[in-house]
């Protein structure tokens, strides 16, 4: 299974590399995010930015957020692969041979999980033009790493989940704005948890999109050491997620 799955993903990579609208879009939309919603809240005083944000810089607070938001609706681009693969026939071509559809499904994640990654080094280099002052703690990059390896995968379970009984082209959109938005909403990725009703507070504490943004802002903005307690959040996340993704795979095949 492990041959099939890397082909699989091989594939999935390639197909990337040579895309050169898959490659516009991933620099344009973190590009406009951190452009235009940026710089909306640059008029912020420097004061109230240091009392709730811990940052004098708003960009600073979000570049990790936005990271952690690219990882998650990368997560999409898995579950629509999916979908347009058996609208062409080429899934059914593919389970006439031994791989399973589960390997089918990890090559999918994997895709999607490393179109998630490539955009990191895009938004962190946009940050660092418009001014973003890095505070790198090494041994919290490296679980930052990890932990965006983890939720990638994670999030691309998480949309397969609803859509992989499915091969109407449309779904993959319609369940992408019913996931993202609320968790972009309810997480840390662009403000502040003490800004929340208390309501709010709860959801956010079971947001695995806070994680992997609080990982991140440990790493490159605060310069705090590791949390390992939001590494093992995500890894549950993740592995909660895959795992049913996987099971639901090996069903539809049947």
């Known amino acids: 299974m ?8 091989k594939r999935e990579v390639l197909k990337l590399f040579r895309s050169k609208y898959m490659w516009l879009m991933l620099v344009a939309q973190p590009l406009m995010w951190i452009v235009f919603f940026g710089n909306s809240l ?11 944000f811990g940052v004098e810089n708003y960009l600073a607070y979000m570049i990790p957020g936005m990271i952690s938001i690219s990882v998650m609706t990368m997560g ?8 347009f693969d058996k609208r062409l026939g080429y899934l059914k071509r593919v389970l006439t041979t031994p791989t399973p559809k589960s390997a089918v499904f ?50 691309s379970a998480l949309f ?9 082209v449309h779904t993959p959109g319609v369940i992408n704005n019913f996931i993202t938005m609320p968790l972009m909403f309810t997480s840390t990725a662009l403000f502040p948890k003490e800004f929340f009703p208390q309501w709010l507070r709860v959801i956010s ?3 695995p999109l806070t994680y992997i943004t609080e990982l991140g802002r440990n790493a490159l903005v605060y310069g705090m050491p590791p949390d390992i307690k939001a590494l093992l959040a995500i890894a549950a996340f993740a592995a909660i997620t895959v795992g049913v993704a996987v099971v639901e795979a090996r069903l539809e095949a049947d």
Do not use: C, E
């Open 2 to 9: 492990i041959s099939q799955t890397y082909a699989l993903y």
């Open 42 to 52: 640059a008029g912020l005083p420097r004061g109230f930015l240091a009392q709730y």
């Open 76 to 83: 999409m681009f898995a579950s629509m692969s999916l979908v």
């Open 106 to 155: 990890l090559a999918k994640a994997a895709g999607a999980m490393t179109r998630g990654l490539l955009m990191v080094p895009v938004i962190l280099a946009v940050g660092a033009v418009l001014g973003v002052g890095y505070r790198v703690n090494p041994a919290s990059m490296a679980m930052w790493a990890l932990g965006l390896v983890l939720a990638g995968l994670g999030f």
């Open 160 to 168: 397969t989940i609803f859509t992989v009984n499915t091969s109407d």
């Open 205 to 207: 504490d079971f947001n």
